[in-house]
């Protein structure tokens, strides 16, 4: 697998059936292994080690309806009340971040409502701060510590 623009951690690694799989400690089980994958198990580590994110408030790919559409997010992260706060939409390395990755994931906070949206390849990351009442999204310069986040959560 690609070496990421994140922070290595120790993961596990076992190949079953013939495929190469990745322990996920959201799940807590054994996951195949696919580019996208990688992002996910990195970003997931580099939230909790890195910026104080607490694995056990972490979900990954949760389904929420959309328009009739059953849509998955890859990472979501609830505050104390279990509400949604972060939505994380990973790719794999070789996928360009576009516009479409946005949209995306601004599809998924329609119903979810959450504060920060991330959208990462691993690669290169943004975070964007969502303003529910002007229904905008504002670009940050970094992503946040959880610190961070519950200060600009209560401002």
């Known amino acids: 697998m690609d070496s990421l623009n994140l922070p290595a ?11 190469l799989v990745i ?40 389904g929420n309806k959309y328009n009739q559409l059953q849509k998955r997010s890859d990472i ?23 516009q479409s990755a946005f949209d995306q994931i601004a599809v998924y906070n329609k119903t979810l409502k959450a504060k920060l949206l991330i959208v990462t390849n691993g690669m290169a990351h943004y975070a964007c701060w969502f303003d529910a009442e002007n229904q905008k999204m504002n670009f ?10 519950k200060v600009m959560a209560n401002a």
Not at 14 to 19: A, F, M, Q
Not at 140 to 149: A, F, K, N
Request: proline share 6%.
């Open 9 to 19: 951690y120790k993961y596990r690694l076992e190949k079953r059936d013939g495929k």
């Open 23 to 62: 322990f996920d400690p959201i799940r807590k089980k054994f996951v195949v292994l696919t580019p996208e994958e990688w992002v996910r198990q990195h970003f997931i580590h580099f939230l909790s080690a890195s910026l104080g994110y607490s694995m056990n408030r972490m979900s990954v790919e949760t």
């Open 76 to 98: 979501l992260f609830y505050n104390e009340r279990m509400q949604p706060m972060v939505i994380v939409e990973c790719k794999a390395p070789s996928i360009k971040i576009t």
């Open 140 to 149: 940050l310069d970094e992503i946040p510590s959880l610190e961070e986040l």
